[in-house]
């Protein structure tokens, strides 16, 4: 077909190929890294509420296990296609790399929308992916996770599924469950507290205390709000979060310059990070546009809600004080603004990096399954730690040393971590 | 002064003796009443309650002989001052009744005894005597079906007849009559030739004498012909038929009270409940109804009480029968003399109850329905309140112009509240307060007008909650403030407007008024129902392609059902189809959570007054008490919503969000409504929506009526001869019911070129030029239009990237699934934000643009004039990909609109004229001419108000150079809310801007009350001042742009004669 379109798996694949250059990869495992090792296509028949049966088709991509089974979410999404599931599958690969954990990467799906799905229905849905694909995925082959509009419960009961098939239990087979069975502690803080690791790093690299740091941050959901705990903890000041307000259908910045106090936001806040307007002005906090918090007079901005949220156009009100950008959330910055930013020696942390905190927990919760013993939550964050420093210190010297922005040196040392595992194992 | 107050006391000593002997009457009656009493009980009984109903109980004695026995008063005893009467049946005595005083007393007309007290005495009599005729003739049919003897028993009782009730001995002869010539005995004919009424020969068929009166025929005839008459029966009936015929009609006479003031016209409202009553106290050995004469009974009552509307009346007389009526008329409340009825909103919960109680003895579901108690006031109480107050004016007022009514709106409402309730309503409310107790009330409009098949007053007129705690004259007086308040708004601007647009203004408009108790139980300082909502038959907001219109919707929340039957901007009920309740809207934690009820409607018991108050601060405080919590609620733990287990719910701890999750999946909850509506949208024959609340142990049925549509969901009819060129697109798949009127612009989206983006963030940028145009564009004037979902997250691909907040001034959503090489895109039906889209009422299509018999008109949505480029330069690079479209510019002045009727599962957009644009979609279904009140009303009431004004701004005192209109005003689709977009061109200092700008300040509050006095709609200021300089116009900056544009310029408008143009 002539007709072009935007294609995740070629970007993804563009991506690699110029990162591969970089490394001077060989041919052979250019080959084999830029092609999921495994796919797999299958149907999963369900027997619907009114009673017709309904064929569903399902994807399971492997892309590559060279360093450790594979790991990646189940999508449940209507207009699902094959090179999505590849693209996000290589996307993984390159995301347990960079924080060093001993997984492979993996996606896998099913085109449907569960808002057409009945309770059952789903359910059946679930088991039908896990009984088709059961031979092929496991503790210790492939592990699933929630993903696009799959949650605990379709987790629990393809766990179900699979330990009804392999007679045994097997906790470790999937993970993002509830924690009453099998999840870990820490999971709500991982992301949040992952991106702070990594800004407390960073600041010591730029010979800077966090102390004498102030921050700015978009969003008060999940991430965001742990991000402020831990960050206020080491001695920062966040003066400025924006949320979404619901009544009014747009962003508001709250500032204090004195700095914001956490608990006495949260108090005002909705389940979704939306902040009582009347509440804060109350609180003595100036009610800005949405948008303000990109142009605080601050050291430190975390966008930490929606995609493509610093562009081009507003790239340049970014406050001459700031120094450290941190992506917790995905995309961010718009590959033009990402240039604007590297020119202002603003310091980058790639949300591949920065936000690994959750794939890292991830990967604790599988341990903790695996060795049905788990941990409490200092452990877990406590290793969080370890992972995350390690991570950021290992791209950042990387990214010193070869002078390479910090997205790239990421991607650089994720590729050629696994490239040397394909290697180390004789494949190519 | 003396002399009056002693024609006082004699009329007080009247009237309680008058109380006295008919207490005495309704205590015979009683005993005749009882079922299964044998005649001795009953003139035991008689013997007792006679003394009371005496001038001087305490000397009173009585006695009454029967059949050999003597049945007395203790104290009896003969003495001189006595009243007697003698029992006689079929002219033989046979008994006597005696009452007599032991002592001496005062003389009075008739020894010491009143007249009135002779009057009592021969009217227990007479009820006496029925009473062993009836026993007597019931003797006889037991002994004659027993034996084989029949031979003359029927003989037996025409003679007992002819003694005892000539009357009736000859309708019933005339009945016989009848029967026989029916039968083809041609004596019978004959007889009736002679002696009958005349026939239909006689009157007209025969063509003889036609004009002279036919003959009159004396009773006495009949009477007379009795014997033969029957005698004749004899000969071709068996004996047994005629006795049973006998008997039949016998007792089908004794309601024939009923049928008489019930046929009656002129009998009032009053008389009819006495005569239900005192038929409802025959006992049921009194009675037998033929079927005709029952239903002749129900309808009568259907239309003198409840509704007069031809297909209620069908529906109601199969489920409605007399006995209902007489537990219905307990509770209502009627001015002295009324014949009114208790208007559609009571009838419809009548007749609804009784259907699912009818119903309810072969489905238990539907007998588990309870009902509140309610008191009816019936529609004509408002006149009575009218007349007693002297406010006849008053009700000339709706023909007066609406914006007068506004006006007066105010003063009636004063007024209203400030007269008083006629003494009869009063009392009567008064006794619905004793029975109702300290219950939380509401009052609730039922207006005449409101049963009208077809017309909705859905909102129109008022409902009140009412606290109804403290002392009873205290709520006594909120109970008539409610009423009186809920009785000024039939004068309301929306009604009257309302009627006016329907041609229903001349209708002669009743108010009744329901009284209900609201169904709930106490929490701490709060009164409320566990859950209320509401729940239509037919599902006009499909979420996905499986569910069928016929599944239904339910919008509930939890606390009073106000919450889920309007529209709320800031929280939202759950929804659920309970044709397939599985299929949620919400799917996601997010969705889940977003899209909980976070506010709750309740009565403050305390505070005596109705509120909203967080479901979160009240169930952190009296959690414990909510009733069915358990049920109501989920418990949001690790990313997961749990369900309450039995170790309840921590509330402290606890994060609650209301999902009414265990109430669908764990109870009958959801079957019974859906049972309910299936059989009442049968019953009814027509979609019908119903309010309901639960009170924790049982659900109510609160209202009942055809479904109403609201203004934007109304079917619309589809125009079948449109030319081909003004249809803009035709669906034919999922399409709901409405108009989309006036849309001004059209943001097209083009599948194929939003498909070959390559990058990314393009496919971003769409999302963000949408957002854009959502803040410039005017709001609902401007649909979108875009491939796949709408709202993609992740793979964008397959649908513009946009949040709520990106399209939420749009009047529609349209999503367009065009074949692509493998597939045709799965539709989203909205779901990324569907409950925000249903709150604010933006409407959902999806296009089909590659099924067969559909048109789609992308010659011109790809070859118009595209404006995105002077609209948001920043996105040019995208204008092959985003095409905004100015309607009026493009084609001269036309507007889009798009019709769609869901009950054909069509829909068409088609270009048209904006004066013909007309929003009421279905005049003919009301049957009644639009009232020629147009649309195009706010514009050109606008544009003459700036004429005006530039006529008298003096351009040198201001320093102006031109005038111009933009916007709305200028595109001719401005609404009522709409303000005018003013662009001034000015030269001058700043102290002239200053006193311009207050000059206009001056105008914008004055249009702003002239606009609410025309439309109601309250705006803060109607001028909209944008100021331009020279500079502006050169550079083109802002708003001066709109000078001279290509596309959507600016209107120049003249100024006053110091003009320098």
């Not at chain 1, 959750?358 to 990967?363: K, R």
């Amino acid at each position: 077909m002539a007709m072009k379109s935007y294609n995740p798996y070629e970007i993804a694949q563009a991506q690699f190929d110029r990162i591969a250059d970089l490394l001077k990869l060989d041919q052979a495992a250019r080959d084999l890294l830029r092609v999921p090792t495994r796919e797999y296509h299958f149907t999963i028949p369900v027997h619907m509420d009114d009673g017709s049966v309904q064929v569903f088709q399902g994807f399971r991509v492997q892309h590559n296990d060279a360093r450790g089974p594979g790991k990646g979410g189940i999508r449940f999404h209507p207009l699902e296609t094959i090179d999505t599931v590849r693209a996000l599958a290589m996307w993984m690969t390159w995301k347990c790399a960079v924080v060093d954990v001993p997984l492979g990467g993996s996606k896998g799906g099913v085109v449907c929308d569960p808002h057409n799905l009945s309770a059952r229905e789903t359910e059946q849905l679930c088991r039908g992916w896990v009984r088709q694909i059961s031979r092929d995925v496991g503790p210790h082959l492939d592990v699933p996770a929630p993903d696009i509009m799959t949650n605990p419960q379709n987790m629990l009961w393809m766990l179900d599924e699979y330990e009804a098939i392999h007679g045994g239990k097997y906790p470790g087979f999937i993970t993002g469950k509830p924690l009453s069975v099998g999840g870990s502690q820490g999971r709500k803080e991982a992301t949040g507290y992952g991106v702070v690791f990594t800004i407390r790093e960073a600041l010591k690299e730029l010979n800077r205390e966090p102390r004498n740091t102030t921050a700015s941050i978009q969003g008060f959901g999940n991430v965001a709000q742990h991000a402020i705990q831990l960050y206020e903890r080491i001695g920062g000041t966040v003066v400025c979060v924006s949320s979404w307000n619901q009544a009014d259908q747009t962003a508001y910045s709250f500032r204090k310059a004195s700095g914001i106090r956490y608990e006495e936001l949260l108090a005002a806040t909705d389940a979704f990070g939306g902040i009582d307007v009347a509440k804060a002005r109350d609180l003595g906090y100036e009610i800005l546009p949405g948008d303000a918090w990109l142009e605080q007079d601050v050291e430190i901005l975390i966008p930490a809600a929606l995609e493509n949220q610093i562009t081009q156009e507003n790239a340049a009100r970014i406050h001459p004080r700031a120094i450290v950008l941190a992506e917790g959330a995905n995309g961010p910055t718009s590959p033009e603004a990402d240039t604007i930013l590297s020119e202002r020696n603003i310091f980058i942390l790639p949300d591949f990096l920065a936000n690994a905190g959750g794939v890292t927990c991830s990967y604790f919760e599988q341990v903790q399954s695996n060795m049905n013993y788990y941990w409490d939550k200092d452990e877990v964050l406590g290793k969080l730690d370890t992972k995350m420093t390690a991570a950021f210190h290992a791209v950042s010297d990387l990214a010193r040393n070869q002078k390479l922005p910090m997205r790239d040196a990421a991607y650089v040392i994720s590729v050629s971590r696994v490239a040397q595992a394909c290697r180390d194992r004789g494949w190519v | 002064m003396n002399e009056n107050q002693q024609s006082v006391d004699k009329l007080l000593l009247e009237l309680k003796e008058r109380a006295k002997e008919l207490n005495c009457i309704y205590r015979v009656e009683e005993l005749f009443s009882v079922a299964d009493i044998t005649l001795e009980e009953i003139i035991r009984g008689i013997v007792r309650v006679i003394p009371a109903g005496w001038q001087y109980p305490d000397v009173c004695e009585a006695r009454i002989t029967y059949a050999g026995a003597i049945y007395q008063t203790p104290g009896f005893s003969t003495a001189p001052w006595e009243l007697s009467v003698n029992l006689i049946v079929q002219e033989e005595v046979v008994g006597q009744i005696t009452v007599c005083y032991t002592e001496e007393r005062p003389p009075a007309d008739v020894g010491p005894f009143l007249k009135e007290e002779h009057k009592l005495i021969n009217t227990i009599a007479d009820r006496l005597e029925r009473r062993i005729l009836h026993e007597t003739l019931r003797t006889v049919f037991e002994s004659q079906s027993q034996s084989s003897r029949v031979e003359t028993d029927w003989q037996v009782i025409l003679d007992l007849l002819r003694r005892t009730d000539p009357k009736l001995l000859t309708r019933i002869s005339r009945k016989m009559l009848h029967l026989l010539s029916w039968a083809g005995v041609e004596d019978a004919d004959r007889m009736l030739e002679r002696c009958g009424p005349p026939s239909w020969n006689d009157l007209g068929g025969a063509g003889e004498e036609v004009n002279r009166p036919s003959r009159v025929n004396v009773t006495q005839d009949l009477q007379a012909a009795s014997q033969e008459i029957f005698e004749l029966a004899s000969r071709h009936l068996g004996e047994k038929e005629i006795l049973s015929k006998i008997r039949a009609w016998i007792k089908e006479d004794r309601s024939g009270f009923l049928v008489k003031i019930l046929e009656n016209p002129a009998a009032s409202l009053a008389e009819i409940i006495g005569a239900i009553e005192r038929f409802h106290h025959l006992g049921p050995e009194d009675i037998e109804l033929s079927a005709p004469r029952e239903l002749t009974f129900r309808v009568s009552l259907i239309r003198r009480i409840l509704s007069d509307d031809p297909q209620f009346v069908q529906m109601a007389k199969r489920f409605l029968d007399v006995n209902n009526f007489f537990e219905l008329l307990h509770r209502i409340i009627y001015p002295a003399g009324s014949h009114g009825r208790l208007g559609g909103k009571s009838s419809g919960l009548a007749l609804a109850w009784h259907i699912l109680q009818k119903l309810g003895v072969d489905v238990p579901l539907l007998g588990q329905f309870k009902m509140p108690k309610t008191w009816y006031l019936t529609s004509d109480g408002i006149l009575r309140f009218i007349d007693y107050n002297d406010l006849e004016e008053i009700v000339e007022h709706k023909y007066e112009s609406v914006a007068q009514v506004r006006q007066e709106y105010p003063y009636i409402v004063h007024i209203f509240k400030n007269s008083a309730l006629p003494p009869e309503i009063m009392n009567g409310l008064s006794v619905a307060l004793d029975d109702v107790g300290e219950t939380p009330l509401i009052v609730r409009s039922s207006s005449l007008l409101e049963d009208r098949m077809g017309t909705s007053f859905a909102g129109k007129y008022k409902s009140l909650f009412i606290a109804n705690q403290g002392p009873k004259q205290q709520r006594l007086s909120a109970l008539k403030d409610a009423i009186t308040e809920v009785y000024a708004s039939t004068f309301g601007p929306d009604p009257i407007e309302y009627r006016a647009e329907r041609g229903l203004v001349d209708f002669h408009e009743e108010m009744g008024i329901m009284i209900q108790e609201v169904v709930g139980t106490r929490i701490g300082r709060y009164y409320l129902p566990a859950l209320a909502g509401v729940a239509f038959s037919q599902n006009e907001f499909r979420w996905s392609r499986r569910i069928r219109r016929e599944d239904g919707l339910l919008r509930m929340v939890p606390g009073l059902g106000t919450r889920a039957v309007d529209r709320m901007a800031d929280d939202y009920p759950i929804l659920i189809a309970p044709g397939q309740p599985a299929l949620r809207v919400n799917i996601t934690l997010d969705e889940k959570i977003h899209y909980s009820p976070k506010k709750i409607d309740l009565i403050n018991l305390e505070k005596n007054r109705f509120e909203t108050v967080e479901i979160k601060h009240l169930l952190s405080e009296f959690g414990d008490e909510y009733p069915m919590l358990n049920q109501l609620v989920s418990i949001l733990r690790d990313d997961r919503l749990e369900q309450p287990t039995g170790l309840g719910i921590e509330r402290e701890s606890d994060h609650l969000v209301v999902t009414f999750e265990g109430l669908i999946t764990r109870t009958p909850f959801i079957d019974q409504v859906r049972t309910a509506l299936k059989v009442l949208q049968k019953e009814f024959g027509r979609p019908v929506d119903l309010e309901f609340a639960h009170d924790g142990r049982d659900l109510y049925l609160l209202q009942c009526r055809a479904q109403s549509y609201g203004e934007a969901t109304q079917p619309a009819v589809l125009p079948r001869e449109i030319p081909q060129e003004r249809i803009l697109f035709s669906a034919r798949r999922y399409v709901s019911n409405g108009v989309v009127s006036g849309i001004t612009h059209i943001v097209y989206v083009d599948p194929q070129k939003y498909a070959e983006l390559t990058h990314r963030s393009d496919l971003l940028a769409v999302g963000r030029a949408v957002g854009k145009l959502n803040q410039i564009l005017p709001k609902r004037q401007f649909i979108l239009m875009g491939p796949g979902r709408w709202g993609s997250r992740g793979d964008i691909r397959l649908g513009v990237s946009v949040s709520y907040s990106d399209i939420n001034n749009s009047a529609m959503l349209i999503e367009i699934a065009r074949r692509q090489r493998e597939y045709v895109p799965e539709l989203s039906f909205g779901t990324h934000f569907f409950q925000d889209l249903v709150e604010a009422s933006i409407r959902y299509l999806p296009l089909y643009p590659d099924d067969a018999n559909i048109l789609f008109n992308e010659q011109f949505l790809l070859t118009t004039n595209n404006t995105l480029n002077s609209l948001l330069p920043e996105f040019a690079h995208l204008s092959d990909t985003i095409r905004v479209i100015d309607v009026p510019y493009a084609t001269g002045g036309l507007v889009v609109q798009i019709l769609m009727d869901a009950e054909i599962d069509e829909a068409v957009a088609i270009l048209t004229d904006p004066s013909l644009d007309l929003s009421d979609p279905r005049p003919e279904r009301i049957g009644t001419e639009r009232y020629s009140h147009q649309n195009d009303d706010h514009w050109r009431w606008r544009q003459q108000s700036v004429e005006q004004l530039a006529q008298s701004l003096d351009p040198d005192r201001f320093g102006v150079k031109a005038l111009y209109l933009i916007g709305s005003t200028k595109n001719a689709t401005a609404g009522p809310e709409s303000d005018i977009d003013l662009l001034v061109h000015v030269c001058g200092s700043a102290e002239q801007r200053i006193s311009l700008m207050s000059w206009l300040d001056g105008w914008s509050i004055c249009l702003s009350h002239q606009n609410y006095v025309r439309t109601g709609t309250k705006t803060n200021g109607l001028l909209d001042v944008h100021i331009i300089t020279d500079e502006d116009i050169q550079k083109r900056r802002s708003f001066a742009a709109k000078i001279g544009a290509t596309t959507d310029p600016a209107r120049f408008i003249p100024l006053g004669k110091h003009t320098s143009h």
